[in-house]
């Protein structure tokens, strides 16, 4: 059973090899995930195309067995249907049925999540609300928009009280402001208690909302960790920003963020090592500094260098 | 027993609004029309021909529609990759199957009901007194479709919609056949045949068995025994099917 001090995700070294094709070729998907997901926790789960998250998806959803290894959720084994019960998952597609309603969309995965009908109107009124459909209840599925069907999915992954949501590119195809509240929803979930989990490749919302990330490639795990940890070792630049009545050149090693000569104003960022040097020399040539800010390294290029160098270590 | 319930309540809403159903159904209907414009042609036999042309169109449109929809039903889900999300709720697999194979046989029970009272409509427009007959054979033909619907759901389990329409006719062929089936076996002189042609016998439905045409043409009196029997048959059957569907469709991994 689940307790509060368990992980609510483990997986130990978790295998998929699907074999397809009259030749039954066999092609490895993963090899030996092990991973470990806390209470409460919003966990982002990255890689590129191909690198194996959606398999493991299936794996923790039921929906495809291991080949070798297994794992537990919420504190049963996985593909356990008491487990699924408090599972909440929104595809990246919108897998729907285009003639159903946006109401008896929510009353069947009411259904399928076996809620009693009051529970299920009770529900749905809430996550409704949530999710802001109460305009588009009467509508059918295929009249929504892409960003009303992602908030229908939203709805549908959140009737059943989930403790551990499962979200595919959650912020795909929505508008600026259905991203904030998408993200408000989330963050208040986390708070509640709910774990999620995020597959996505938009990364400034990922390094926006994820407390965790693991990073996926060729189907093993070869980074996971707290974000700030990960990207704490990562080099860091600092950028100045400076007016100067008289040209400057910029020295090696530095790059130019933007400068207006002509008005005597610049914006450098530079080497940590190399601040103290620099700014002693702009004060000598008579400069006013304006900010002086570290910069760390993004999640984007914290991703890109660390599925280059795993390619560079597979060649 | 919720899930089992939303799933053929879905099902069932999901194909009524099928165009293709639409289109299928108004044709029957014409059809059941245009037996009565037959008539005049008939030679006194006007009611024979109705009952008879009424009787097959009802068949024809059943099956056509467990073409139609049965054949497609798994297969239909994995392609629109709703499979993904209906088996990640905490439902079993054998749900799954039974609220599908429910949902196709309400839709079936509810086109049979409305071509059976178009049948009887016809008869009385065209003068003749409703025979209790004809709701045995509507039910008759109902036991066959859930016969042939429990098949539909075992083939779409593991192949495609095309092979699926395939085998099932196949199967609907020689299960109407299936008593002939046993007097050629007892005809033929190798016991090697004869055990193959009885093993294929006792595996292809007996749909023979739900033919009623002649009992209401010639208003023979309904036999209670044999509707029971009949009864019998298609539960067991439907419930073999539908079991065997769901053993190779447990197995199944949606990559």
Same mark, same amino acid.
């Given at each position: 059973?689940?307790?509060?001090?368990?992980?609510?995700?483990?997986?130990?070294?978790?295998?998929?090899?699907?074999?397809?094709?009259?030749?039954?070729?066999?092609?490895?998907?993963?090899?030996?995930?092990?991973?470990?997901?806390?209470?409460?926790?919003?966990?982002?789960?990255?890689?590129?195309?191909?690198?194996?998250?959606?398999?493991?998806?299936?794996?923790?959803?039921?929906?495809?067995?291991?080949?070798?290894?297994?794992?537990?959720?919420?504190?049963?084994?996985? $593909?356990? @249907?008491? !487990? +699924? %019960? #408090?599972? &909440?998952?929104?595809?990246?597609?919108?897998? *729907?049925?285009?003639? =159903?309603?946006?109401?008896?969309?929510?009353?069947?995965?009411?259904?399928?999540?076996?809620? $009693?009908? @009051?529970? !299920? +109107? %009770? #529900?749905? &009124?809430?996550?409704?609300?949530?999710?802001? *459909?109460?305009?588009? =209840?009467?509508?059918?599925?295929?009249?929504?928009?892409?960003?009303?069907?992602?908030?229908?999915?939203?709805?549908? !992954?959140?009737?059943?009280?989930?403790?551990?949501?499962?979200?595919?590119?959650?912020?795909?195809? =929505?508008?600026?402001?259905?991203?904030?509240?998408?993200?408000?929803?989330?963050?208040?979930?986390?708070?509640?208690?709910?774990?999620?989990?995020?597959?996505?490749?938009?990364?400034?919302?990922?390094?926006?909302?994820?407390?965790?990330?693991?990073?996926?490639?060729?189907?093993?795990?070869?980074?996971?960790?707290?974000?700030?940890?990960?990207?704490?070792?990562?080099?860091?630049?600092?950028?100045?920003?400076?007016e100067c009545p008289r040209p400057v050149e910029i020295p090696d090693g530095c790059a130019c963020v933007w400068q207006w000569p002509e008005m005597g104003r610049y914006v450098w960022e530079v080497p940590p090592q190399v601040v103290s040097g620099l700014l002693e020399d702009l004060l000598r040539a008579g400069a006013i500094i304006r900010s002086v800010v570290p910069r760390r390294e993004g999640l984007e290029a914290?991703?890109?260098?660390?599925?280059?160098?795993?390619?560079?270590?597979?060649? | 027993?919720?899930?089992?319930?939303?799933?053929?309540?879905?099902?069932?809403?999901?194909?009524?609004?099928?165009?293709?159903?639409?289109?299928?159904?108004?044709?029957?209907?014409?059809?059941?029309?245009?037996?009565?414009?037959?008539?005049?042609?008939?030679?006194?036999?006007?009611?024979?021909?109705?009952?008879?042309?009424?009787?097959?169109?009802?068949?024809?449109?059943?099956?056509?529609?467990?073409?139609?929809?049965?054949?497609?039903?798994?297969?239909?889900?994995?392609?629109?990759?709703?499979?993904?999300?209906?088996?990640?709720?905490?439902?079993?697999?054998?749900?799954?199957?039974?609220?599908?194979?429910?949902?196709?046989?309400?839709?079936?029970?509810?086109?049979?009901?409305?071509?059976?009272?178009?049948?009887?409509?016809?008869?009385?427009?065209?003068?003749?007194?409703?025979?209790?007959?004809?709701?045995?054979?509507?039910?008759?033909?109902?036991?066959?479709?859930?016969?042939?619907?429990?098949?539909?759901?075992?083939?779409?389990?593991?192949?495609?919609?095309?092979?699926?329409?395939?085998?099932?006719?196949?199967?609907?062929?020689?299960?109407?056949?299936?008593?002939?089936?046993?007097?050629?076996?007892?005809?033929?002189?190798?016991?090697?045949?004869?055990?193959?042609?009885?093993?294929?016998?006792?595996?292809?439905?007996?749909?023979?068995?739900?033919?009623?045409?002649?009992?209401?043409?010639?208003?023979?009196?309904?036999?209670?025994?044999?509707?029971?029997?009949?009864?019998?048959?298609?539960?067991?059957?439907?419930?073999?099917?539908?079991?065997?569907?769901?053993?190779?469709?447990?197995?199944?991994?949606?990559?």
């Open positions: 059973m689940e307790s509060e001090s368990q992980p609510v995700v483990r997986l130990e070294d978790v295998h998929k090899t699907f074999t397809a094709g009259f030749l039954r070729r066999q092609t490895p998907v993963l090899r030996g995930v092990e991973l470990e997901i806390g209470r409460g926790e919003i966990f982002a789960l990255l890689g590129r195309n191909g690198a194996g998250k959606t398999t493991l998806m299936k794996i923790l959803l039921g929906l495809v067995r291991p080949t070798r290894g297994g794992g537990r959720l919420l504190g049963r084994p996985l $593909g356990d @249907r008491r !487990a +699924r %019960a #408090r599972i &909440g998952f929104q595809p990246e597609q919108p897998y *729907l049925y285009p003639a =159903l309603t946006v109401r008896e969309t929510l009353d069947l995965m009411a259904g399928l999540s076996r809620m $009693g009908a @009051r529970q !299920a +109107r %009770a #529900r749905v &009124g809430e996550v409704t609300a949530v999710c802001d *459909l109460g305009d588009h =209840l009467g509508m059918p599925v295929r009249k929504l928009s892409r960003g009303w069907l992602q908030r229908l999915t939203l709805a549908a !992954a959140l009737l059943p009280d989930p403790r551990f949501l499962l979200l595919d590119e959650p912020l795909g195809g =929505l508008d600026p402001e259905a991203r904030l509240v998408t993200k408000e929803i989330i963050r208040h979930l986390r708070q509640g208690g709910t774990t999620v989990m995020i597959n996505s490749h938009i990364l400034p919302d990922v390094e926006a909302l994820a407390d965790r990330i693991a990073l996926l490639e060729e189907g093993r795990i070869i980074a996971t960790g707290r974000l700030s940890d990960l990207l704490e070792g990562t080099e860091k630049r600092v950028e100045i920003g400076f914290y991703f890109a260098r660390e599925t280059a160098r795993a390619t560079r270590r597979a060649s | 027993m919720v899930a089992v319930i939303s799933l053929a309540r879905h099902t069932f809403v999901d194909a009524l609004r099928e165009r293709a159903f639409l289109v299928l159904g108004l044709f029957a209907f014409v059809m059941l029309a245009a037996s009565r414009l037959l008539n005049p042609l008939a030679l006194g036999e006007a009611r024979r021909v109705t009952l008879d042309l009424g009787l097959g169109c009802v068949a024809l449109f059943g099956f056509l529609l467990i073409v139609l929809l049965g054949t497609r039903m798994v297969h239909k889900e994995i392609e629109r990759k709703t499979i993904l999300v209906l088996l990640a709720k905490p439902i079993h697999r054998a749900e799954f199957i039974l609220g599908k194979y429910l949902g196709l046989i309400a839709i079936l029970a509810v086109s049979l009901i409305g071509m059976v009272v178009a049948l009887a409509g016809v008869l009385l427009l065209s003068g003749y007194a409703f025979d209790t007959n004809l709701i045995v054979a509507g039910y008759y033909a109902f036991l066959e479709l859930a016969v042939v619907a429990a098949l539909a759901m075992l083939l779409t389990a593991f192949t495609s919609p095309v092979l699926s329409t395939f085998f099932l006719l196949g199967l609907y062929v020689v299960g109407h056949l299936s008593t002939s089936l046993l007097d050629m076996a007892s005809m033929l002189p190798n016991p090697g045949t004869v055990k193959l042609l009885t093993a294929v016998f006792h595996l292809v439905p007996r749909l023979d068995l739900f033919s009623y045409t002649l009992e209401v043409v010639h208003g023979l009196p309904i036999d209670a025994g044999q509707i029971l029997l009949a009864t019998a048959y298609t539960a067991t059957y439907a419930t073999g099917a539908l079991l065997l569907a769901l053993v190779v469709f447990r197995r199944r991994e949606f990559s």
